[in-house]
């Protein structure tokens, strides 16, 4: 494996890409409740701000990821955070609601960074190192969030809500700057003896853009349009319909987007399911706090915090991200990476215990956050590591794109089943309406009930000697033997 001479210095201008990609995608949040009236448009409009972000990231991370592997990972990762930082110098120019709509689509593809970096870090760095740098670059997701939303939230609370967007340009901006000149592109990428003859699969990534873009605005949006309403069903049967021929077609095709064959393997299938259920599981503990420790005091519960407060809640969360990025390292090269998820999903589990035994008091509420954050550290990192274990070298960034997509997907899902559950659970008392406690102890139950699941599915992933032994061949590279990997 080559050995990038400064690969100290690109490990830590990728973790910065990360944690701009995560920032610039969370800190919108804040601004949520006063988004209406700044764009004069109605709430239900202005939820599009969130989840055309989601969509735009669920399909640039398997469309970038296999583009990254056909054509160069560094630049890929140049157009994503290129896109990231138009974007958010489009939303700091305007107040009109569909620019700004289109403007956090272009900020969605920085969801791609994340899996691009860790793909070129296996690329460059020496094999002992890998586990400890993807761990860190995998951190950075909730790095970004605890981090980006507290800061974000003071920037909204005490300056102009342009100012918000102003200085996510500049930090792109920056993140483009240093990828530009530090990180080169990696002799992998794009370089096996046909690579000039390969063709993008272009029909592919349509397909997967209209069956992605189908399944998440149904999930998204059913709960304000209705789960049994003509617009849902519609997109129902439109997705399952496109996702069928869309399957077919990488069945079939020489060059696949996704190879499907490689993908449904129990060593590559079970860590995505595990994904899925870990996305899940993490988004319900950063979509709840800050709402819970806002609400009125009138609640019984809530604390009545102000929107920069209550994003402090998260930061501590943020810290315990980092510091358990080198344990999560070590777990992996003693015991496995299969052992760090199933522990992370554990840990998760068991800070949802916590944040149902006492969600009244402040403390309470950080200690049971930063301990589901600590479950996802260990979780996130494990991630990658498995996927690079089962895949070869020359389909690792499209690997992992897959792997955040489901991510995406669990997350997707999280919201709709957290928003549901709490529109359920109401209480009003002193002429304030809110979801009541138990609405939120619910949904703390789903959540480690859905983590459970995940320390489930990484118990059962296949054993393998060591954390980097040489990957599994595809169905299609083991075609071409003696092809350099």
């Not at 102000?306 to 080198?326: K, T």
């Not at 309470?364 to 590591?385: E, F, M, N, R």
Request: proline content about 5%; hydrophobic content about 55%.
């Amino acid at each position: 494996m080559p050995q990038h001479p400064a690969g100290r210095s690109v490990l830590a201008v990728l973790g910065f890409g990360g944690i701009t990609a995560t920032l610039v995608q969370t800190a919108v949040v804040p601004l949520l409740p006063d988004l209406p009236r700044l764009t004069r448009s109605s709430p239900a409009d202005v939820g599009w701000v969130v989840t055309v972000t989601l969509l735009a990231g669920a399909i640039a991370t398997p469309v970038l990821g296999r583009a990254g592997d056909m054509f160069g990972k560094r630049r890929m990762l140049l157009a994503a955070l290129t896109a990231l930082t138009l974007g958010s110098l489009v939303c700091a120019l305007t107040s009109n609601l569909g620019v700004l709509i289109a403007a956090r689509a272009l900020q969605g593809v920085g969801a791609a960074v994340i899996p691009l970096s860790v793909s070129v870090l296996r690329d460059i760095l020496p094999r002992e190192r890998i586990g400890s740098a993807v761990a860190l670059m995998s951190s950075t997701v909730g790095i970004g969030a605890a981090v980006g939303l507290p800061l974000a939230a003071l920037l909204v609370q005490y300056a102009d809500w342009h100012l918000m967007f102003w200085a996510t340009t500049a930090l792109a901006a920056l993140a483009l700057a240093l990828a530009w000149r530090v990180v080169q592109e990696t002799p992998t990428s794009g370089s096996t003896r046909d690579s000039a003859a390969r063709r993008f699969d272009l029909l592919g990534a349509l397909g997967l853009a209209v069956a992605l873009t189908g399944a998440l605005l149904a999930v998204s949006k059913g709960g304000d349009w209705g789960w049994t309403s003509p617009r849902v069903c519609a997109l129902v049967v439109l997705s399952l319909a496109v996702g069928a021929g869309w399957v077919r077609r990488q069945l079939h095709t020489a060059e696949p987007l996704v190879d499907l064959r490689l993908t449904a393997r129990p060593a590559v299938a079970l860590p995505n399911l595990a994904a899925l259920l870990a996305g899940f599981a993490f988004y319900a503990n950063s979509l709840v706090t800050a709402q819970l420790v806002q609400a009125p005091r009138a609640t019984g519960y809530g604390l009545g915090l102000g929107v920069a407060a209550a994003g402090l809640c998260l930061l501590p969360s943020g810290v315990l991200m980092v510091a358990f990025a080198p344990l999560s390292a070590r777990i992996s090269a003693a015991r496995g990476a299969r052992t760090t998820l199933a522990l992370g999903a554990l840990v998760i589990a068991s800070g949802y215990l916590l944040r149902i035994a006492d969600s009244r008091q402040l403390v309470a509420v950080i200690v049971g956050a930063a301990v589901v954050s600590t479950g996802t550290a260990l979780a996130y990192s494990a991630l990658p590591t498995l996927i690079m274990q089962a895949v070869p070298q020359q389909q690792t960034a499209a690997a992992n794109g897959l792997n955040v997509l489901m991510r995406t997907i669990g997350q997707a899902v999280c919201s709709a089943a957290v928003a549901a559950v709490l529109t359920r659970n109401l209480v009003t008392s002193g002429g304030v309406t809110a979801p009541a406690l138990d609405g939120y102890r619910t949904a703390f139950a789903m959540a480690g009930g859905v983590a459970l699941l995940a320390c489930v599915a990484a118990c059962a992933i296949p054993r393998r000697r060591g954390d980097f032994d040489l990957p599994l061949e595809s169905s299609r590279t083991t075609a071409k033997a003696g092809e350099p990997s």
